[in-house]
């Protein structure tokens, strides 16, 4: 398995609380991604990362922000938390040209 | 812009039944095709790809061909056990840069 670390994994937070995720990478793999998995939609890619402080935005980016201030280190932070940021978000990393490798989840519930 | 249509589910099949996922798409250029595969409680696994036409990808079973004529990447195996049980994702990547696009996902139950 890729080393591919989510945390936390579970997360309850109240809506206009500030969240970050954190997916940390032992590979060394130039790209970074954020996904939010929704029933009906597949994965969405929110926001990825090709190089330190190098990011762009994705399909879905309103409402995140994301850093990357290390090569093994990829945070994504809801300013202010919606209900409808309620899903299940998952990281990948990849090469250059090579197949995404996915975390494990972490499940966001925003009551 | 890039998409994935994916056949709808839930997909229920007996074990040793044949099995199909229809997956087209809609890419400008030549993309590279993926399966994923999601077990329940994790994150996607790479299960096959194929990066040109006519390539077949395979692995555990599982065989898909990209069609261009047809913009076609269907998932087939020929005998489907109670552990593939899952969630199938077809996905493609664009000629250029290295973002994914999914289809919604088929969820496929294997009863014994």
């Known amino acids: 398995d890729a080393g591919i670390t989510q945390s936390p994994r579970h997360k309850v937070t109240e809506t206009g609380t500030p969240v970050t995720l954190r997916c940390h990478q032992t590979e060394n793999h130039r790209y970074m991604y954020w996904y939010r998995q929704d029933p009906g939609h597949g994965l969405r890619l929110i926001h990825y990362?090709?190089?330190?402080?190098?990011?762009d935005k994705g399909e879905v980016s309103d409402g995140y922000s994301v850093s990357r201030s290390k090569t093994e280190d990829f945070l994504l932070t809801l300013e202010s938390a919606t209900s409808s940021q309620t899903s299940v978000y998952f990281c990948a990393i990849s090469a250059l040209d090579n197949e995404q490798y996915f975390g494990p989840g972490t499940r966001l519930t925003v009551t | 812009g890039n998409s994935v249509t994916q056949m709808e589910g839930p997909v229920t099949l007996s074990e040793e039944a044949f099995l199909t996922i229809n997956c087209t798409y809609t890419?400008?250029?030549?993309?590279?095709l993926f399966w994923y595969v999601q077990y329940p409680g994790e994150g996607l696994q790479l299960l096959l790809k194929?990066?040109?036409?006519?390539d077949k990808g395979s692995n555990k079973g599982f065989e898909a061909t990209y069609r261009k004529e047809t913009t076609s990447f269907h998932l087939e195996k020929g005998s489907v056990q109670v552990s593939d049980s899952a969630v199938y994702f077809c996905a493609l990547r664009g000629r250029y840069g290295n973002k994914l696009v999914f289809g919604a996902g088929t969820i496929l139950r294997v009863k014994s």
């Open positions: 194929a990066t040109k036409a006519d």
């Open positions: 890419a400008t250029g030549y993309p590279s």
């Open positions: 990362s090709y190089g330190v402080k190098d990011t």
